[in-house]
């Protein structure tokens, strides 16, 4: 697959021949993709919700009344659910809601979601991501111009540091080195943006794991 591949000023400089492996799978697995999301969102989760289990509670645990010859239900604590004060049955806990998921299918869904946005069209390649002053408000009138309006940026190995300065307060905007590149924040995105080494990268990453 070939794509042009423009510069910040718009401008066409040249064309890149796309992995067809990587960006141009045509049976996209949405499966897939809810699999991984679903695996990235679940480790984000804190897991700090907690309540109160009967042996926490400041309650009492004298036996209420006797237990026969009042003619009521037989209890024997005030921390039981039922009452008020009392503990919560089967409530939350601190826990970890990650899972794991084999390697294989991260890769695999990372491919799909490559490859969903070059076939929507969604997928622009540019040289570079250098700018030569980090303002803001530049930029953000640069990207109105290209129609980068929520746009997930991956720019190379580093991120140039003023180009970082100069994004980070842009809405909807998110700049990743190579090494951040993930499936929820690629589907999340109206624009996938990869520098030239970006795209290198990412071919040389997979054909790295064929070859293993």
């Given at each position: 697959m070939k794509i042009a591949v423009t510069n910040l000023d718009g401008k066409k400089a040249g064309d890149i021949e796309l992995?067809?492996?990587?960006?141009?799978?045509e049976d996209i697995r949405g499966d897939l993709l809810a699999r991984v999301v679903n695996w990235q969102l679940a480790k984000r989760r804190a897991g700090t919700h907690k309540v109160q289990t009967r042996n926490e509670n400041s309650r009492t645990g004298k036996k209420m009344y006797k237990q026969k010859g009042t003619g009521g239900a037989?209890?024997?604590?005030?921390?039981?659910?039922?009452?008020?004060g009392g503990s919560r049955a089967f409530g939350p806990?601190?826990?970890?809601?990650?899972?794991?998921?084999?390697?294989k299918v991260r890769a695999l869904a990372l491919r799909h979601a490559l490859s969903s946005k070059a076939k929507a069209g969604e997928l622009v390649v540019v040289s570079d991501l250098t700018?030569?002053?980090?303002k803001t408000?530049?930029?953000?009138?640069t990207f109105g111009k290209l129609g980068w309006d929520k746009a997930l940026i991956i720019a190379g190995p580093e991120?140039?540091?003023?180009?970082?300065?100069?994004?980070?307060?842009?809405?909807?905007?998110?700049?990743?080195p190579n090494a951040g590149l993930n499936v929820y924040d690629i589907l999340r995105a109206n624009k996938l943006v990869l520098t030239k080494a970006a795209v290198e990268a990412i071919e040389a990453r997979f054909s790295e794991k064929e070859a293993a």
């Open positions: 992995n067809d492996a990587v960006f141009g799978i037989r209890h024997g604590s005030r921390r039981a659910p039922q009452f008020v806990i601190v826990r970890d809601h990650g899972f794991s998921l084999p390697k700018v030569k002053e980090a408000s530049a930029l953000r009138a991120v140039d540091t003023g180009f970082g300065l100069a994004a980070r307060n842009i809405p909807h905007i998110d700049v990743l």
